[in-house]
């Protein structure tokens, strides 16, 4: 975690979005834990249900995905509420070393956010 942020800095300001309250980032880190952007898509895929997020999933994370995705629980409107989160093409490019680096730091060890397995034994919206 010393090298993520703070001192040690190894992210660095080239990966921090401006303008993000903490409040937003929370509720993104409650959701998704420490997942990539490609991973965060996988999970949207399997916590919905014909395209609609699992009311299961909702009601017990309601408060994190009103602050992030501004109530929208479609599948297609959170996806693109997520790109604003996401580096551009460009940034991607730019700093593909960077990110190299940054993955053997995350260790491929998703931590945190929704435990999807709780609610795989019954995923339907009712």
Known sequence: MLYRAGKR???AKW???PDVHIVSH????AIFGNRTPEEQFELLKEICVDGILNIR???AYKEFF???FSGNISFAGMVEILKYWDL????????ADKLILLLKVLNN???G??????????????
Do not use: C, M
């Open 66 to 68: 009103d602050i992030l």
């Open 15 to 17: 990966l921090v979005l």
């Open 57 to 59: 999933v909702y009601v």
């Open 113 to 126: 956010g929704i435990p999807v397995e709780k609610y795989k034994s019954n995923n339907s919206n009712k």
């Open 26 to 29: 929370n509720a993104l880190h």
């Open 88 to 95: 551009s093409y460009y940034n991607r490019q730019k700093y």
């Open 109 to 111: 060890d998703i931590r």
């Open 9 to 11: 800095k190894l992210l």
